[in-house]
């Protein structure tokens, strides 16, 4: 018995790109053809793609309207979205739509107009995000604004090995 579709479906997978396409609405991607790579992208019966990552960097996009359903066209199991790429467009907020993909684990946003420090704030809703980018927008002039850097990490990392103890493993006195 073969296992259904939404379990092959993986970050491995290719992306659907359509990075440099000059696309103005994302309904554009209804009729645009995404980018192709080395590797085919794989299908569902229905034809859509069972990829977990959507590209649209280097575009001219500057809303989100309609992303849920135009994705939901896209893709077969567009509740596994676990990338996203959306820099280098013309957004000024981060459009409240993306909180509603909770495998959401890559989310690129550098290389837009984000004004305000605040809209980043509707993230912390997505349990998964591990990978966020914002640099070359508008909101690294803000106070309170700082972005992190490789170095930063290694020095949390090392603090955090000299200061977090691991727990005492304490055996029970009736057990002996």
């Given at each position: 018995?073969s ?32 980018r ?9 019966k ?24 135009v ?8 509740e ?10 013309d ?25 305000r ?7 912390a ?13 508008p ?22 090995r000299?200061?977090?103890?691991p727990?005492?493993?304490r ?6």
């Amino acid at each position: 018995m073969s296992k259904p579709d939404y379990m092959n479906t993986s970050v491995q997978e290719p992306p659907l790109d359509y990075s440099f396409r000059s696309i103005h609405v994302i309904q554009d991607l209804t009729s645009e053809e995404p980018r192709t790579g080395l590797r085919p992208i794989r299908h569902s019966k229905s034809g859509k793609s069972l990829t977990q990552s959507l590209w649209l960097n280097n575009n001219v996009l500057n809303d989100l309207r309609d992303f849920s359903h135009v994705v939901s066209l896209l893709l077969e199991h567009p509740e596994n979205l676990a990338w996203i790429d959306l820099s280098f467009n013309d957004l000024t907020s981060i459009d409240p739509v993306l909180t509603t993909f909770f495998n959401l684990s890559v989310l690129y946003l550098h290389g837009n107009s984000i004004q305000r420090l605040g809209e980043v704030n509707k993230l912390a809703v997505l349990p998964r995000l591990r990978s966020l980018t914002l640099h070359g927008n508008p909101i690294e002039e803000e106070k309170g604004y700082s972005g992190v850097t490789k170095a930063d990490h290694a020095s949390a990392e090392v603090w955090k090995r000299m200061n977090i103890k691991p727990k005492k493993v304490r055996i029970k006195q009736n057990a002996l």
